[in-house]
């Protein structure tokens, strides 16, 4: 069944058969949607973009200019990508050596944001919320609310829904400006509880 267009293509854009783009999504100057791949409403993907085959990106997903999103990548809704990210699928790639059957998934949940040049080894999720900073190379998971960057890159704290700092108090409670969310730090992780 073929879909009907509800989605803004510029003309330099190619758009294979066999996608789904979602409603209000919009694909800017020479970008290709690659067949197989589903992409939610309300997308923005930028000039020069690649979304290969089975790639998954969820609702309200921003892919900035020049990403390639290689197949085994998953991004649920509200997920930012910026310029020149990089992700991977396989380990240990070899141009002579066929591995399309050791493509590794990389699942980014709700609201990850990857900061620009940053590098995304395959085979990892990173948590909801979480903030990876330019340039960071990820090498490992990452958990929900934490903040990364550098290569090889470690986490340097916490970070709310709206992309602030976390501030614990004494009793691990910390509430982020912009939102009044209130997040509560137990065991090395954070949750938001209100």
């Not at 409603?23 to 290969?52: A, E, L, P, Y």
């Not at 990364?148 to 009793?171: K, Q, T």
Request: aromatic share 10%.
């Amino acid at each position: 069944m073929e879909q009907q267009q509800e989605y803004f293509a510029h003309p330099t854009a190619i758009v294979d058969e066999g996608c789904f783009v979602g409603k209000g999504t919009k694909i800017w100057h020479f970008s290709h949607v690659m067949t197989g791949c589903r992409i939610g409403d309300n997308c923005n993907i930028g000039q020069n973009v690649v979304i290969s085959p089975d790639v998954v990106l969820g609702n309200n997903c921003k892919v900035q200019n020049n990403v390639s999103v290689y197949t085994g990548v998953i991004c649920q809704d509200d997920v930012f990508l910026g310029p020149s990210c990089v992700f991977t699928n396989v380990i240990n790639p070899r141009s002579a050596v066929s591995r399309k059957h050791e493509y590794r998934q990389t699942v980014l949940k709700c609201g990850a944001s990857i900061g620009a040049n940053a590098t995304i080894v395959c085979g990892h999720t990173l948590g909801k919320y979480c903030l990876i900073g330019a340039g960071a190379v990820i090498r490992q998971d990452i958990g929900d609310y934490e903040c990364w960057a550098g290569n090889p890159a470690v986490r340097l704290g916490f970070v709310g829904e709206f992309g602030h700092r976390l501030i614990f108090d004494d009793n691990g409670f910390a509430t982020e400006k912009e939102s009044n969310f209130v997040y509560r730090l137990q065991d090395g992780k954070v949750k938001r509880i209100k």
